[in-house]
């Protein structure tokens, strides 16, 4: 697994920017960090170098009792969301350390962004693999069904991959190479060229190059 670290957010929606050209920049509004380390993973203890960060405060009332026993140690009271990134040297990082937006990414920087995609449920071949599908005169008898899916007699059996109907989205999606058009970071706001996956107040993962 790669070494990199990043942080958590929640996105927002979509707007769009003007740069000092006059040009239109659509962009996703992220609300990003800040981000406190939970616990630190070395590979004496753990047998991985990593660090685990929490997002989304929580209320105390919210908390079970073994994760206000977990966090605690850092000084937190409780998360919604709790998250590991692998680091190539987790002694730069301290249990109760903030991990902020200006920290991580400067504007113009790419970064990869990781997102849970839409889900649209049970969907058929038309909306799920863009099949055509058949005519839609009164006459016909054949209008969105996928078709033939058998092979006669060898090999006898559907061939594993078919486009067929089936559950559509909501899927675990890394988008490569976003621009980071502005950083915010008093705002704890973050503005990525286009779109991003994820539907809005969404738990994104954002990774520094």
Same mark, same amino acid.
């Given at each position: 697994?790669?070494? /990199? %670290?990043?942080?958590?957010?929640?996105?927002? !929606?979509?707007?769009?920017?003007?740069?000092?050209?006059? +040009?239109?920049?659509? $962009? #996703?509004?992220?609300?990003?960090?800040?981000?406190?380390?939970?616990?630190?993973?070395?590979? +004496? /203890?753990?047998?991985? &170098?990593?660090?685990?960060?929490?997002?989304?405060?929580?209320?105390?009332?919210?908390?079970?009792?073994? %994760?206000?026993?977990? $966090?605690?140690?850092?000084?937190?009271?409780?998360?919604?969301?709790?998250?590991?990134?692998?680091?190539? &040297?987790?002694?730069?990082?301290? %249990?109760?350390? &903030?991990?902020?937006?200006?920290?991580?990414?400067? /504007?113009?920087? #790419?970064?990869?962004?990781?997102?849970?995609?839409?889900?649209?449920?049970?969907?058929? $071949?038309?909306?799920?693999?863009?099949?055509?599908?058949?005519?839609?005169?009164?006459?016909? /008898?054949?209008? *969105?069904?996928?078709?033939?899916?058998?092979?006669?007699?060898?090999?006898? *059996?559907?061939?594993?991959?078919?486009?067929?109907?089936?559950? %559509?989205?909501?899927?675990?999606?890394?988008?490569? +190479?976003?621009?980071?058009? &502005? $950083?915010?970071?008093?705002? +704890?706001?973050?503005?990525?060229? !286009?779109?991003?996956?994820?539907?809005?107040?969404?738990?994104?993962?954002?990774?520094?190059?």
């Amino acid at each position: 697994m790669p070494k /990199t %670290m990043g942080m958590l957010g929640k996105k927002i !929606g979509m707007t769009r920017v003007f740069n000092e050209m006059g +040009n239109v920049i659509p $962009v #996703t509004v992220v609300e990003a960090g800040p981000c406190k380390v939970l616990q630190v993973k070395t590979q +004496n /203890t753990d047998g991985y &170098d990593a660090i685990q960060v929490g997002f989304g405060v929580k209320k105390a009332s919210r908390v079970n009792q073994p %994760m206000a026993g977990h $966090v605690k140690k850092a000084g937190a009271e409780g998360y919604y969301h709790i998250q590991e990134f692998r680091v190539s &040297d987790p002694s730069e990082y301290a %249990m109760g350390q &903030d991990i902020t937006l200006d920290a991580l990414f400067k /504007t113009g920087v #790419t970064v990869d962004v990781q997102g849970t995609s839409k889900g649209h449920g049970f969907q058929g $071949v038309i909306k799920r693999h863009g099949f055509k599908g058949g005519g839609a005169g009164h006459g016909s /008898t054949f209008h *969105r069904a996928p078709g033939s899916i058998g092979c006669s007699a060898w090999p006898s *059996r559907v061939v594993k991959g078919k486009k067929m109907p089936g559950r %559509m989205g909501n899927n675990t999606v890394l988008k490569k +190479n976003v621009v980071v058009v &502005d $950083v915010r970071s008093e705002e +704890n706001i973050v503005l990525l060229k !286009g779109p991003v996956p994820g539907a809005k107040n969404g738990l994104l993962k954002i990774y520094s190059k």
